[in-house]
């Protein structure tokens, strides 16, 4: 597996927590898998081992090189250390701003792979995951096609989320050590620039996203974002597995996070997280007897802020609370703060990054929202259910796949009002406290775990080697 971002080691996002958790689940099933990350400067090499010393990657007249390293886990991890690329203070970028050379970073990533199978992990299957791994199939069909240390290997390409491309500028193509006649339609090309995402999508053999919602989604003009008419024509090759959740790290029997464990047999320790999560939040005990909706999300446009904005007043005025955690655009994160300063006492955010926060909320709040714009799978929604919090979701993507009547709420149209209509009836449900503890015991009942999950894709992977 080639991504960027896998957890532990280095997580912005649903990214890290897919490739952090599914090749332990592939190894239980009996497939060796090996993970290929970037070294980031955030990753401590102490408990590491160096494998590779002296690992060229030739770009044209430039040569970058690199050192790989083994880090301690139930299967290998390999950290690709190029100090000129990787050795910066952020994984994509600072400040807001992309590093201008992201292009050849994640070349770099995609050629150390490649040489990480020819040296010291050889493989059948290059599963790739979103654009900074997309040049690798079209270097396996370009550069190294007649490589004999490649024959018979076979590419995955996962979309995790097609908003992001990896768009660059055409003049970046001599850089990458790509053969140019693939810049073209049915290749890199992506209306007039360079699109490593596109590059995966002509070249893998297999396409799959992280939902099957998502996989018909993507495949149409509203949610294609420019790409449908690249995957319909890939439509044979495409499949949607729903990601899958850690349930020993997101598990309110056993979660260290919190102040009280609870399960679907014994709810009290539910009310002792909700008590707890006020007081941190800094908003009143009153808030116990009603409902407490919970926001963990990057603040983004797809995340639906515009809605969340447009029915806060609302709540409060209907006596109902929110809290909200996430970073993200600074316009979306001055609209949270313009909530919480327009409603005190009432609405409460934190802006940044804070895992054990993100527990807490999860357990302490009794509704959880998610009115996405779209959602390729989405997790929370899914620790939502396993923590007795109903989801408030827009019937989109994987939020569609995972959310029931009977165990959350739906609303359809991109809309304000669409949005509170949902809100409104979870409101007035939480009044019935009987059926609200039926609706959470169900979702808790919910296994979402990834052995499903792991069973698609090493199936995916049997039938690629058949072929």
Not at 21 to 40: C, F, I, K, N, S
Not at 304 to 314: E, F, N, P, R
């Amino acid at each position: 597996m080639i991504s960027s971002e896998a957890a532990p080691f280095a997580k912005t996002g649903g990214l890290a927590d897919v490739v952090g958790a599914l090749p332990a689940a592939l190894a239980g099933l009996g497939d060796e898998v090996a993970v290929v990350l970037p070294r980031y400067r955030s990753i401590d090499l102490k408990q590491t081992r160096r494998v590779w010393d002296y690992l060229p990657v030739h770009f044209g007249p430039a040569i970058y090189t690199a050192a790989i390293y083994q880090a301690p886990a139930e299967y290998p991890v390999y950290l690709v250390d190029c100090p000129a690329l990787f050795d910066r203070a952020g994984l994509y970028g600072e400040g807001n701003s992309d590093y201008p050379d992201n292009h050849v970073r994640f070349a770099m990533l995609a050629r150390a792979a490649l040489g990480i199978a020819r040296g010291i992990f050889r493989t059948e299957i290059f599963h790739c995951h979103d654009w900074q791994a997309g040049l690798l199939p079209a270097y396996l069909r370009s550069t190294f096609a007649l490589d004999p240390t490649y024959v018979g290997c076979r590419t995955v390409f996962t979309i995790h989320n097609l908003g992001y491309q990896g768009l660059f500028s055409k003049t970046a193509m001599p850089e990458i050590g790509v053969d140019p006649a693939l810049y073209r339609p049915d290749g890199l090309e992506f209306y007039g620039n360079l699109s490593y995402l596109k590059s995966g999508i002509a070249f893998a053999d297999a396409l799959t996203t992280v939902s099957p919602t998502y996989a018909r989604e993507i495949q149409t003009p509203e949610f294609g974002c420019g790409m449908d008419g690249a995957l319909r024509a890939r439509s044979g090759a495409l499949t949607g597995i729903l990601n899958g959740v850690d349930y020993e790290e997101w598990n309110p029997e056993t979660d260290t996070h919190l102040p009280a464990n609870y399960s679907a047999g014994d709810l009290s320790g539910k009310a002792a997280c909700k008590r707890a999560l006020l007081e941190e939040m800094g908003l009143p005990s009153d808030a116990m007897e009603r409902p407490l909706f919970g926001i963990v999300s990057r603040f983004t446009g797809q995340k639906g802020t515009d809605l969340v904005a447009g029915v806060a007043a609302q709540i409060a005025a209907e006596d109902g609370y929110l809290v909200a955690l996430g970073s993200g655009e600074p316009a979306h994160e001055a609209a949270f703060l313009e909530m919480q300063r327009a409603h005190p006492g009432r609405i409460a955010v934190r802006i940044g990054f804070d895992n054990r926060l993100a527990h807490r909320i999860e357990a302490g709040s009794d509704a959880f929202l998610m009115p996405s714009l779209y959602e390729p799978c989405g997790l929370n929604q899914i620790y939502s259910l396993r923590y007795g919090t109903v989801p408030v979701v827009r019937a989109t993507g994987g939020l569609d796949d995972t959310i029931e009547e009977g165990t959350g709420f739906k609303f359809g149209p991109y809309s304000r009002d669409a949005l509170w209509g949902a809100v409104q009836a979870a409101m007035d449900a939480y009044g019935q406290r009987s059926a609200w503890q039926d609706r959470m015991r169900r979702g808790m009942k919910k296994d979402f775990s990834w052995n499903a999950s792991a069973a698609a894709y090493s199936l995916l992977y049997r039938q690629l080697l058949e072929r």
